[in-house]
């Protein structure tokens, strides 16, 4: 009897403790969960492991007298050669070069008799159209008239480079040493009109620490502008003294025929905005020096640094998007301080009279001849002169390297646009490998973030931003491998921009944030005096079970 | 029916009218006006034109501001207005403002027709503004946002008068101050540097009684053909000076006592620039004394009634005389007289008591001795004063007054507000009282703005009417007009459009005590613990029966039986 009433105790609580732990739990913490939409980290943590495969698909092409024809026969149709990095722990590099090999048809023979290189290079580039990305080395007999004396390679307009087949070819026996002796060479060309490893390192330089790289290379590097899938460049003349001046400049015109060639032929790399501004009253923020040995006023290049802060508040900052900004500023000095000089360092003038700020932009310093009688003086301002300093510095902005070429190389003229069809694809390289590591960065340190922060909710669209910028950076990365440059660029630029759009959503900042000391103040009242007699009648139990054998065994003895 | 609608009509045809502009340039402009009470009214207004079309991609700003034009092109914006007001504009002692403005922040923009998604433009535009005018913009979202029908419509060229391409948002309870006034400052292409911006020296601008600045971006005629449209910009800011504390409580005033700077120059970009001084109430010098004194002397139809204006123009250096610089100065040689009173006039309150329920009243004033007109009342009533609209009564003299038209949008709890709008006539030399009552809602605690017991702002209501005017207006567009009086379009001569507002209402609501969430969750956990502590004690109890124990007096008895050798008691 009493055995029984003890038993049925015993069972209305342990009834209670499973009704709690079977619903009450799960109940509490189905309410106070975050929400948090499901994230591809595996392949996120693949990624964070990049391994990139650059491929470059070279074509050499001998023309008649380069080869004989016993060697002829035997080329090989094609050669791959590959190099492999570590750069560090996380990020390896593969460079894979396919060079395929074949004598020159009849109309390139044709192409390659003309008298100057520039002309061959043409007539080459009106046969046949190489991908982005690709490179194609003709290699021209030694006695060819095509290459001027002393030059042993040309690098046109296009993708294509011309290639002085060396003394040693005539007299080789082997078609293994021709081919070797070439290969020294074809690795220079690639070197300039592909990438180089310096170059994909300092694209590398969001994952990798810049470790032992040439402080030019460095200040190479941060002269340009981040990659951004666009940029929006502002041409501002800065009027001090509208009172007497009145300047005129055609800046529409300027811009169509100098900059918007140069833009239109990077529109793979970027959206490009340009508009111009003429603000007045627009000072600079140091006082030139008056210099009587020059009857000038001068702007060392000390004091360079603190000009452009009290202007820039005028610039207004671009409202309506948040791509970065290249500002260009035509400061024509008023006439209290005209002439105005800009020194360097040793006090020499500067002939260009302009400078520019790394990753900001340009300023260039135009003088004018204020001798009217009647104010304001109408000035018009020689725009090819301005221009012929922007350009230039827009294209070191915007990260077009104009390295000086190795010992040997002839750089053939850049054409109407500004920008050879290799130097387009040394950018989109370099650009496109920025951007991988770009993402990947954002990628990982977002998914990072949200699994620290557990209280972060995770939305739908997020999941779904971040699972397209991962597949875009998987796309990229397998465009790279094969050698599509344009896509790769293309897919690299929307991964960069999805991975940013997830990183910086709002809903990520509405963070259900409760502290802990707070959560256990809600919480004891209620918990406390509910889970103590349950664990109390539980300890209980427990402790009789226990007792029980050991009863069991006492009776036994 | 037909009546209220080609009223409508009438109204929208009329706003849609167009102003011609010769050249396109910059003016400036600064008109001042002694006020019946001895206070004195500022009102600047500056004027850039530019015949561009923002909706072509590249952009060569050269007087216009860029990050405007880039405001205009990236969001399809057809017209723009925004205004910031601090103080309250008091008709009955001032008379009407050049440009009316509600207190706190006000901004209504058309999109074009082409936008596609107008609400997601509209939040973007809002955010962006915010970032150029330091303004607390961003807080413009559904919940203060309506598309009024007919009260708000294009001022500048163009035949889209479709709502759906119309937001309206005001912010009562935005303090306007420096930050605000520097960047609309940085907009004008002489900055603060030249002309007559040199006057505004924010110290002096806000210890005033009343300080507004306002932006109006819209299209207008290039040339009186109007065969092609270019882009105007107005920026405008008034202010009033109060006679006791910036006067000293002297009736004289002067360019240096009131902006404590005097004028030197024009602004060089300037094609014009002037400085007018209304001397409608002094033709012979008896009221106040003008000096420097100037030949020149300008007429214009200001608000229906013919005003003259002494002038000056900063583009003549003659007109800074010796000194090289321009102090206008006001002395007094008259008291006080009395003024007229305005046409038209608004008053509104909450009155009822207690924290339920209450009434909103809107008074309208028509002054006109003679002439009944028409006038478009516009209320915004934000989600948490629940309207009966069941309870809208219009009366005037003692009768019911039946709208001719109302437009009313209810509203949805966190999601829109209450719109109503109608058109109403105005009797003779009457007051028309427009009362709705409402409740008050309860607000979620996260709701409640800092400072809930200050009080919640209810928006301005807004009148729009054609007035009768006392002379016959300019509508000949032809002509070169002053600024002040050609920003709203006028299209007959007997009727000149006006729009005034009331004062924003505080309405208190319930409020409770913010520690109230944690004191509910404590008291609520203790009663269910202790009602689940003793059903838990009930339930797993254990019940014996006990021997009952044996009395006192059994015990004693069963001791002394021991001793005694007799059986025991059981």
Redesign the interface.
Known sequence: ??WA??H???L??LA?AAVVIAVGVPLWWKTTETYRAWLPVAQINELAQLQLQLSVEVEVVFSKGTLTAEHQKKIPPSNTRQEEHVVDETTRLRYRYETRYRTATIMEEDALNQSTAAEADISLHMLSESPSGSVVIYVVPESSTVLPEGVSVYVGQRRTALLRAGGQMRVAVALKEVLASLETWIKQVLQVMSFSHGDITAALSDRVRPGDRSREGLADSMRAFKSSPGYEI?FSLLNPD??SHLLHWD??AA?SSYIQPLLSKMAPVANF??????L??AVLGVNPRYDPTLNAYTLNADSLSHVINPVEA?L??????SNPVLNFLLYVPDSRHSPLHITDHRRHTVPSNAFSSPRWGGIMVYNVNASGTEL?VDVHIDMRRVMGVFLPQLRLMLGVQSAAPPPGFLIGPCGNAGLADWELDRLMWTRSVENVATATTTITSLAQLLDQIGNIVINDNIAEQVSSAVASLQLAVGQLEVGNLGLAMQYSKEAILQSERAFFDPSLLHLLYFPDDQKF??YI??F???CV??LL?LLKMASEVRQRPGQGQAKKD | MAAFRSNIFMLAFFLCGFSVFVTGDFQEELVIKPLHSGDIYASFQFRTQWDTDFLLGISHYRLFPKSLGQVISKFSVRELHISFTQGYWRTMQWGQPFLPSPPGAELWVWFQDTVTDVDLAWKELTNVLSGIFCASLNFIDSTNTVQPSASFKPLGVGNVTDQRFLRYAVLPREIVCTENLTPWKKLLPCGSKAGLAVLMKSEKLFHSSFHSQALHIRPVCKDWQCKSTSWELRQTLNVVFDLHTSGQGKREWSLFKMFSRTLTEACPLASSSKVYVDITDNPQGELFELSPATPLVSQAVVLGDGRTYSVYDLTDHATFGQTHSLNVLLRWRAAEREMLRPLLHGERYVAGYGLQTGEIHTLVYNNHPYRAFPVLLLDTVPWYLRLYIHTLTVTSKGRDNKPSYIHYQPSKDRLQPHLLEMLIQLPPNSVTEVTVQFERALLKWTEYTPDPNHGFYVGSSVISALVPSVVAMDTNNTQERPLFSSFFPCKEESTYFMRIYTEPLLVNLPTPDFSMPYNVICLTCTVVAVGYGSLYNLLTRTFQVEEPSQGLAKRLANIIRRLRGVPLLT
């Not at chain 1, 207004?316 to 998007?321: C, E, N, P, V, Y």
Request: proline share 12%; hydrophobic share 40%; net charge positive.
């Open positions: 009897m009493v009433e003890r049925r105790g015993r209305a609580a209670i502002t509208p009172t800046v529409e811009i905005s340009i508009d111009s501004q003429i007045y009253y005028r207004g900052s671009s409202a309506a998007s304001p103040a809600i009242p209620l406390l005096p509910m007699p349950i009648s």
